[in-house]
C-alpha cells in the first residue's frame, strides 16, 4: 500500500513517543487514513532506570494533538523471549548480536503487525528511514519481505530536518524532541552494564566485540579487538582494526531480491559500503575490508536503486541479509 492509496483505510501508526512517528501519523491522517497510535510496551530491566513511561507518554501526547485512538500493545513477553534472551545467548557464545534486527523482525514487524491485523487493520505504518544519511533499512533485512511490502513509511524518504520542520508546522508536541540513543530496551544504561549484571562476568571476551576501538579518547595509545577466546577469558589486539580482503560468510539469509542482483553490502551499521558479489552463504569483496567483521553481526545487502526514469541510482536498494559467522 502506498500513501495515495491510504483514504478510508484503517492503519495502526507505531507511536514511540518520538518526532518520526508523530509526523508519519500527521501525515497519514492529513492523507484520510483512520489512523490509530499504538504504543508498543517492551521488556525492560528490574531495578534499572528505564524511560519508558515517558516515552508512552509522549506518544499519548501525539495521540491526544491529533485526536486519535491510542493503544498500549504489551509486547513485553515477546520482547523479552526473542531479543532479549536471544542477546545474552549470543554474548555468551562470543558473539556479537544486532537486538535492533530482532525487534524489528519479531516484535515491531512481527508481535505488533499480527495485533494490528488481528484488530482488523488494513495496513500498519512505522517511522523508519529508508534513504539518505539517517537510513534504517540496514535493520529492517531480517523482516519477511511481504510485511515490510505492506508497511507505510510516511517519513521513509524524508531528510530529518525536514521532518522537524514537519512537526513544527503540525504543532506537535514532540517537535523538540532530541532523537534516542542506545539500545532500545537499556535506555540511558550501557550495554557493558547490562552485561555485567546479566552475565556476572567481567570476562573481557563476552563484554567486547571484534573491531571495537579500545583506549582513551585523545590518546594516541588506541588498539582494537581483533580476536577473543571466550573459554580462556582473553582478548587479543592490534593497532588497526583493517582486516585483508576474504569472503563473509553467513547464515539465515531472509532475501527481497535475487542474491544474483546485489552489488554491494554493509556489515556495521553506519560503517561503509563494499562492493562485491554473494555466491551461495558467502559475500565474496571487490576490495580489502576497511575493519574485520565481526560474528553475529548483520550483513546487509544491496542491489542497483533504479529510478523512474531507468536510470541506476547511487543508493542501493535492500535486497536482502544475514547473520555474520566468520
Known amino acids: 500500500m502506498e500513501m495515495k492509496e491510504v483514504r478510508g483505510k484503517k492503519v495502526f501508526v507505531g507511536l514511540s513517543g518520538g518526532v518520526d512517528s508523530a ?8 492523507a484520510g487514513a483512520r489512523v490509530t497510535g499504538v504504543f508498543i510496551k517492551g521488556w525492560y530491566p528490574p531495578g534499572m532506570p528505564c524511560t519508558w513511561a515517558t516515552e508512552r507518554r509522549d506518544a499519548m501526547r501525539v495521540a491526544a494533538r491529533l485526536r486519535i485512538p491510542f493503544l498500549t500493545f504489551d509486547a513485553s513477553a515477546e520482547y523479552k523471549k526473542s531479543v532479549v534472551e536471544y542477546l545474552l545467548e549470543e554474548y555468551r557464545s562470543g558473539r556479537t548480536p544486532n537486538p535492533d534486527v530482532m525487534c524489528n523482525k519479531e516484535v515491531k514487524f512481527g508481535a505488533c503487525y499480527r495485533f494490528a491485523m488481528d484488530a482488523g487493520a488494513d495496513a500498519i505504518a512505522m517511522g523508519h528511514y529508508r534513504a539518505g544519511e539517517k537510513d534504517q533499512s540496514y535493520f529492517l533485512w531480517a523482516v519477511p519481505k511481504d510485511i515490510v511490502d505492506a508497511t507505510l513509511f510516511p517519513v521513509g524518504n524524508m531528510k530529518k530536518e525536514d521532518v522537524r520542520k514537519l512537526a513544527k508546522k503540525f504543532n506537535l508536541p514532540v517537535a523538540e524532541k532530541k532523537d534516542s540513543q542506545g539500545v532500545c530496551f537499556l535506555g540511558a544504561v ?3 552494564e547490562f552485561l555485567l549484571r546479566e552475565l556476572g562476568s567481567a570476562n573481557p571476551a563476552l563484554l567486547y566485540t571484534i573491531g571495537q576501538r579500545i583506549g582513551k579518547e585523545g590518546s594516541n595509545d588506541v588498539w582494537y579487538v581483533i580476536g577473543k577466546d571466550v573459554e580462556k577469558k582473553e582478548i587479543r589486539t592490534a593497532r588497526t582494526r583493517s582486516a585483508p580482503m576474504h569472503e563473509i ?7 527481497f531480491a535475487a542474491s544474483a542482483r546485489v552489488t554491494e553490502a554493509q556489515y556495521r551499521y553506519r560503517g561503509p559500503h563494499i562492493q562485491g558479489r554473494v555466491e551461495g552463504d558467502c559475500f565474496i569483496p571487490a576490495q580489502s575490508l576497511p575493519d574485520i567483521p565481526a560474528p553475529g553481526q548483520s550483513i546487509v545487502f544491496y542491489s542497483p536503486r533504479v529510478s523512474a526514469s531507468g536510470e541506476a541510482s547511487h543508493s542501493g536498494e535492500l535486497a536482502g541479509g544475514g547473520i555474520i559467522v566468520a
Open 249 to 255: 560468510s553467513f547464515t539465515d539469509a531472509n532475501w
Open 190 to 192: 550501557s550495554i557493558k
Open 23 to 30: 509526523v508519519s501519523a500527521a501525515l497519514l491522517q492529513r
